[in-house]
């Protein structure tokens, strides 16, 4: 819709701290929401094969409901931090903001890392 209004060149890459380093054609705006798509889709795929997954205890047969609920999950949070964070890089490219700001890897970071951590926990926890 505003594509036409977009500057020729917009960033491609952000730095460590959220400044635009790299710049490329307006015709690479696609290229996120693609990615950030292919992701999502992998990891729906994947979530429906939860035997094939590394975890972090043995599976057994009397126990393996709960390891693989634990494990869909935790890719279940995974596709939404995913979505989220390719939404505000499409968002941040589009030119609304100068940059990314730290706001983005105070957030980004914890909630991938963060929430990994907590499935761990729980998967050596409560198994």
Do not use: W
Not at 16 to 39: N, R, V
Not at 52 to 75: G, Q, S
Request: charged share 15%.
């Amino acid at each position: 819709m505003y594509y036409a209004q977009l500057p020729d060149t917009i960033p491609r890459h952000f730095g460590p701290a959220g400044q635009p380093d790299a710049y490329g054609a307006k015709e690479l705006i696609g290229t996120l929401p693609a990615i950030g798509s292919l992701l999502y889709l992998d990891l729906v795929f994947l979530n429906h094969y939860p035997h094939i997954f590394h975890y972090p205890v043995k599976i057994t047969a009397e126990h393996a409901p709960r390891p693989y609920r634990l494990a869909i999950r935790r890719v279940r949070v995974l596709k939404c931090v995913i979505v989220g964070s390719f939404a505000y890089l499409t968002y941040a490219t589009l030119g609304n903001r100068e940059g990314l700001g730290t706001f983005f890897l105070l957030v980004f970071l914890p909630l991938t890392l963060g929430s990994t951590e907590c499935f761990v926990y729980r998967a050596l926890t409560k198994c």
